[in-house]
């Protein structure tokens, strides 16, 4: 049985019931499930005046990680078909975006699928919820708990003269 996280965000529509729904498909599908608080935050990688609403969920699955992948696009494109990224490949607005952060201390590279997620050191808005439900989880490239890793970030920003954090 694998311990998976994930991390489901909305800034399009009614942000917390794209969540709602979200969060409810992901546990008629997995099960029983630990859930963050909500963090908002400006959007990560372009820009919008759509500030993001996002949470942490943690659940436990014996399915295969491209089969846990496949459940949650799935469930993203039942709740919103629009496509996450432009036609030139950036990021765009979106009512619902669900993206695996880890899988126990797995490590997993391949064209569809990179876990722990290739950017969670750089994005508060995971390592907050991440933090939030499961403070004992390591990420296994970096040694780093969500806190530590929170911290560095942090830390990152101060020292390039940001006052308030683009989370």
Known sequence: MAFVIVNIGSNLGN???NLSR???KLGERFGAFE???AVESD???FDSTHSFL???MAFQSE???LSILRSIKEIEQEISPAPHRNPDGSYADREIDIDIVAIDRDIIDTSELTIPHPRLPQRSFFLKPLQEIAPGW???LNGKNASEMLGELHEKEEKAGKTDSNE
């Open 43 to 45: 959007p990560w990688g």
């Open 138 to 140: 390591v990420h296994p």
């Open 22 to 24: 979200a969060v409810r």
């Open 54 to 56: 996002n949470i942490g």
């Open 15 to 17: 942000r917390r019931l």
């Open 35 to 37: 859930l963050s608080h």
């Open 63 to 65: 399915e295969a990680p």
